[in-house]
């Protein structure tokens, strides 16, 4: 029974789970293996429940500190969700975090009562590995090799298509990293044949590794790599190596260690042309990514400083995070990162003060009972060895959370259970916990009913995500009613944003939008600003529909939200430019017009700028400081003078390029401006005042590359 549980749990983790991947979802990994795994717990526990008697779980284990903080972990992630602002957003972090805490328990379990546990384990992730690299080395030979182009349609290299089965490079590269403590331990520990195969494994992952170039990776299995010969330096003893050998190892390390230095140190590297460059980039703060994530985690800790003791609530980070981008000079194809690419910050901002503390000891313990394993005189070499290699892993894992996300991840967070669960397990053998025997009953019921609201919930994520990549794909055909649909199809109970942190009911409203029911649409996208209030898109097209609606003061207002949290936003300049001048404040008409960089103003901006310096030369007292009456708004909406027409496809298309819908390729994007240039002429009116009329439709020929960029989903190191 005890064989059988093993390999069902290490095998589905290791062989299947990481393997599994839907393609209907928005995020093809991330919800599907939640599922999965959830489903497949639900499976093991009505097993254990019925087979109580052949396998009775250890119960102690539930007195152990690591469990302990680990289940106050899920109950902090839970509670932290009343402090939300969106309280459905936080579901995904504390299923999952349940999740992980009912599979640490099982593992122990498992590990204690399988004194082999390491070379079993370590076969499974040898053969794992193998089939990594081979995905891997496939993807790198066709999209990059024997690829003509170097260059993605977005800009970015072709190695960004080398992802194995994961949802981009960089996790398949931290994917990786987390395999080679355990590849480590087949070198050491398996037989001779499977020694070599397990050799050749290693070395073709280091290769992948630095082909792929994720810097955070690079350092982090340095950082492993380190920690476990310091660790063995600092230990000789205990490991039985000889003061020569220790002395060559010194040598060794601090030689490296120099020459690392040496290299990130010395700065330069900008055109990253070599591997070597990469590697210098490490401590350019203005290359690559490293400005932006300097500061998003300036703008992290800002909203810590506001809410220091409760956070922001679970899942909210992604919705508080736009207003404190504001000041920070991000371009807009900057500010799509959903995730402050540090997970210590991230829990902080998220689960406050006790959260973060919390969070913090899930690495202070482990790392404490891995110290007392290998300084114990009782301890077997071998264990030591297992025990030493899972906490290189379990650095390993902690330097890539200051740089990215593994917290949110399924696969980095099985890993990181493992070392969590191995380390425990070995603790535990040493120094077992008093005898507890509660009562299994409401503990079996409590676990069900909460892996059963799991289940659901991935059943709904899953279907949600299948109408929500349906909705995009009709947004970008400019199927208004097919849009709505899906969009309709796509809300759920348990979410109101779609992977990308826009909410569902923006979807919605565009639909209508696109059909031209303005107050439909107004309507879905005040129920979207309910779910995320900081999104400057919503409000900028929000702005535009009461701009076209006459409602010009309410339009204003919600104009000057959108620019205050997205300074460049171009479309809200233009629009907020209309609206003042159909309130008569043509001076903050002109200033807003001004505002807008030169290589941005088409002809009809530059127009209007120069009959509004003229109007207000020549009838000063007419600038009024409050909007026109309601009488006027009326009569304008009437005679069809409104500066600023309703087009829907300049408004749909703003928003699509926030959430990542494709562009058109660039004989397209050509084709289209030769014929919105042709038609120029016919969509110029001129009012009483001279002021050209700068339709939506005229806006697009503005050359604006922040704009027509395509935003990335995940921009990582």
Same mark, same amino acid.
Request: hydrophobic share 45%; proline share 4%; net charge positive.
């Given at each position: 029974?005890?064989?059988?549980?093993?390999? %069902?749990?290490?095998?589905?983790?290791?062989?299947?789970?990481?393997?599994?991947?839907?393609?209907?979802?928005?995020?093809?990994?991330?919800?599907?293996?939640?599922?999965?795994?959830?489903?497949?717990?639900?499976?093991?526990?009505?097993?254990?429940?019925?087979?109580?008697?052949?396998?009775?779980?250890?119960?102690?284990?539930?007195? @152990?500190?690591?469990?302990?903080?680990?289940?106050?972990?899920?109950?902090?992630?839970?509670?932290?969700?009343?402090?939300?602002?969106?309280?459905?957003?936080?579901?995904?972090?504390?299923?999952?975090?349940?999740?992980?805490?009912?599979?640490?328990?099982?593992?122990?379990?498992?590990?204690?009562?399988?004194?082999?546990?390491?070379?079993?384990?370590?076969?499974?992730?040898?053969?794992?590995?193998?089939?990594? &690299?081979?995905?891997?080395?496939?993807?790198?030979?066709?999209?990059?090799?024997?690829?003509?182009?170097?260059?993605?349609?977005?800009?970015?290299?072709?190695?960004?298509?080398?992802?194995?089965?994961?949802?981009?490079? @960089?996790?398949?590269?931290?994917?990786?990293?987390?395999?080679?403590?355990?590849?480590?331990?087949?070198?050491?520990?398996?037989?001779?044949?499977?020694?070599?195969?397990?050799?050749?494994?290693?070395?073709?992952?280091?290769?992948?590794?630095?082909?792929?170039?994720?810097?955070?990776?690079?350092?982090?299995?340095?950082?492993?790599?380190?920690?476990?010969?310091?660790?063995?330096?600092?230990?000789?003893? =205990?490991?039985?190596?000889?003061?020569?050998?220790?002395?060559?190892?010194?040598?060794?390390?601090?030689?490296?260690?120099?020459?690392?230095?040496?290299?990130?140190?010395?700065?330069?590297?900008?055109?990253?042309?070599?591997?070597?460059?990469?590697?210098?980039?490490?401590?350019?703060?203005?290359?690559?990514?490293?400005?932006?994530?300097?500061?998003?985690?300036?703008?992290?800790?800002?909203?810590?400083?506001?809410?220091?003791?409760?956070?922001?609530?679970?899942?909210?980070?992604?919705?508080?995070?736009?207003?404190?981008?504001?000041?920070?000079?991000?371009?807009?194809?900057?500010?799509?990162?959903?995730?402050?690419?540090?997970?210590?910050?991230?829990?902080?901002?998220?689960?406050?003060?006790?959260?973060?503390?919390?969070?913090?000891?899930?690495?202070?313990?482990?790392?404490?009972?891995?110290?007392?394993?290998?300084?114990?005189?009782?301890?077997? =070499? %071998?264990?030591?060895?297992?025990?030493?290699?899972?906490?290189?892993?379990?650095?390993?894992?902690?330097?890539?959370?200051?740089?990215?996300?593994?917290?949110?991840?399924?696969?980095?967070?099985?890993?990181?259970?493992?070392?969590?669960?191995?380390?425990?397990?070995?603790?535990?053998?040493?120094?077992?916990?008093?005898?507890?025997?509660?009562?299994?009953?409401?503990?079996?019921?409590?676990?069900?009913?909460?892996?059963?609201?799991?289940?659901?919930?991935?059943? %709904?994520?899953?279907?949600?995500?299948?109408?929500?990549?349906?909705?995009?794909?009709?947004?970008?055909?400019?199927?208004?009613?097919?849009?709505?649909?899906?969009?309709?199809?796509?809300?759920?109970?348990?979410?109101?944003?779609?992977?990308?942190?826009?909410?569902?009911?923006?979807?919605?409203?565009?639909?209508?939008?696109?059909?031209?029911?303005?107050?439909?649409?107004?309507?879905?996208?005040?129920?979207?600003?309910?779910?995320?209030?900081?999104?400057?898109?919503?409000?900028? @097209?929000?702005?535009?529909?009461?701009?076209?609606?006459?409602?010009?003061?309410?339009?204003?207002?919600? &104009?000057?939200?959108?620019?205050?949290?997205?300074?460049?936003?171009?479309?809200?300049?233009?629009?907020?430019?209309?609206?003042?001048?159909?309130?008569?404040?043509?001076?903050?008409?002109?200033?807003?017009?001004?505002?807008?960089?030169?290589?941005?103003?088409?002809?009809?901006?530059?127009?209007?700028?120069?009959?509004?310096?003229?109007?207000?030369?020549?009838?000063?007292?007419?600038?009024?400081?409050?909007?026109?009456?309601?009488?006027?708004?009326?009569?304008?909406?009437?005679?069809?003078?409104?500066?600023?027409?309703?087009?829907?496809?300049?408004?749909?298309?703003?928003?699509?390029?926030?959430?990542?819908?494709?562009?058109?390729?660039?004989?397209?994007?050509?084709?289209?401006?030769?014929?919105?240039?042709?038609?120029?002429?016919?969509?110029?009116?001129?009012?009483?005042?001279?002021?050209?009329?700068?339709?939506?439709?005229?806006?697009?020929?503005?050359?604006?590359?922040?704009?027509?960029?395509?935003?990335?989903?995940?921009?990582?190191?």
């Amino acid at each position: 029974m005890e064989t059988k549980l093993f390999y %069902s749990i290490t095998s589905l983790l290791i062989l299947v789970l990481p393997f599994f991947y839907l393609t209907f979802a928005n995020d093809r990994t991330l919800m599907p293996r939640l599922f999965l795994l959830d489903l497949f717990l639900a499976v093991i526990l009505v097993i254990l429940y019925q087979k109580k008697k052949e396998f009775p779980l250890n119960f102690s284990i539930l007195r @152990n500190p690591l469990i302990i903080v680990f289940f106050l972990n899920f109950v902090i992630t839970f509670l932290s969700q009343f402090v939300a602002i969106n309280f459905v957003e936080g579901f995904f972090d504390t299923v999952k975090t349940f999740t992980m805490v009912l599979l640490c328990f099982l593992l122990i379990q498992m590990f204690l009562t399988t004194p082999d546990w390491p070379e079993r384990l370590s076969l499974l992730v040898l053969v794992a590995a193998g089939i990594s &690299l081979v995905i891997g080395f496939y993807q790198y030979f066709e999209n990059v090799v024997f690829n003509t182009a170097t260059k993605l349609p977005d800009g970015r290299p072709t190695i960004y298509l080398v992802r194995g089965l994961m949802s981009h490079k @960089n996790l398949f590269s931290s994917g990786l990293m987390l395999m080679l403590p355990f590849i480590g331990y087949a070198i050491y520990k398996l037989r001779e044949t499977l020694r070599v195969a397990a050799i050749i494994i290693f070395s073709l992952v280091i290769v992948l590794l630095v082909i792929l170039e994720t810097r955070a990776v690079w350092v982090g299995t340095l950082v492993g790599g380190g920690a476990f010969v310091f660790t063995l330096i600092l230990l000789a003893k =205990h490991f039985g190596i000889s003061g020569k050998t220790r002395w060559i190892m010194i040598i060794v390390f601090i030689v490296s260690v120099g020459a690392f230095a040496g290299v990130v140190l010395s700065g330069g590297g900008e055109y990253e042309k070599t591997y070597l460059d990469r590697l210098k980039t490490i401590t350019n703060p203005g290359s690559g990514n490293n400005s932006f994530r300097l500061r998003a985690w300036d703008a992290t800790i800002e909203m810590i400083a506001d809410h220091p003791i409760v956070g922001v609530g679970t899942g909210n980070w992604k919705i508080h995070s736009q207003q404190y981008f504001s000041d920070k000079d991000f371009k807009q194809t900057e500010t799509n990162w959903i995730r402050p690419h540090n997970d210590f910050l991230w829990a902080y901002a998220e689960r406050g003060l006790l959260g973060f503390l919390l969070y913090l000891a899930l690495f202070v313990i482990p790392i404490y009972f891995a110290l007392n394993v290998l300084t114990s005189k009782d301890t077997e =070499h %071998s264990v030591k060895v297992t025990v030493l290699l899972l906490l290189s892993g379990l650095l390993a894992y902690i330097f890539d959370s200051v740089f990215t996300f593994p917290y949110e991840r399924i696969n980095q967070q099985v890993y990181f259970t493992l070392f969590l669960a191995g380390i425990t397990a070995e603790y535990l053998r040493m120094k077992p916990e008093k005898t507890f025997f509660p009562n299994q009953k409401p503990i079996f019921a409590i676990t069900g009913l909460i892996l059963l609201f799991s289940i659901v919930y991935g059943v %709904s994520m899953l279907k949600s995500e299948y109408h929500i990549v349906r909705a995009k794909a009709a947004e970008k055909a400019k199927e208004w009613k097919m849009l709505t649909l899906e969009a309709t199809k796509a809300k759920t109970p348990f979410r109101t944003l779609e992977p990308e942190a826009s909410a569902i009911e923006y979807y919605i409203g565009n639909g209508y939008l696109g059909n031209g029911d303005l107050r439909l649409a107004a309507d879905h996208f005040q129920s979207a600003l309910k779910a995320n209030p900081f999104d400057p898109f919503v409000l900028s @097209n929000l702005g535009k529909i009461f701009t076209d609606l006459g409602e010009f003061k309410k339009g204003a207002n919600h &104009l000057e939200r959108a620019l205050k949290l997205l300074p460049g936003l171009y479309e809200a300049k233009v629009n907020l430019g209309t609206a003042y001048y159909n309130l008569k404040e043509y001076r903050k008409s002109l200033k807003v017009l001004n505002s807008i960089p030169s290589k941005q103003k088409n002809d009809v901006i530059k127009g209007n700028i120069v009959a509004l310096k003229k109007l207000i030369a020549e009838n000063p007292q007419q600038d009024r400081k409050t909007g026109e009456n309601k009488q006027t708004n009326v009569k304008q909406k009437k005679s069809g003078k409104n500066v600023d027409s309703r087009d829907t496809t300049r408004l749909k298309t703003q928003k699509s390029e926030k959430t990542n819908i494709q562009k058109p390729n660039q004989n397209e994007k050509k084709k289209q401006n030769v014929d919105m240039q042709g038609k120029r002429n016919n969509q110029k009116k001129t009012d009483k005042s001279g002021v050209k009329k700068a339709t939506q439709r005229d806006s697009t020929k503005a050359k604006n590359p922040n704009m027509n960029k395509k935003k990335q989903e995940k921009k990582n190191p």
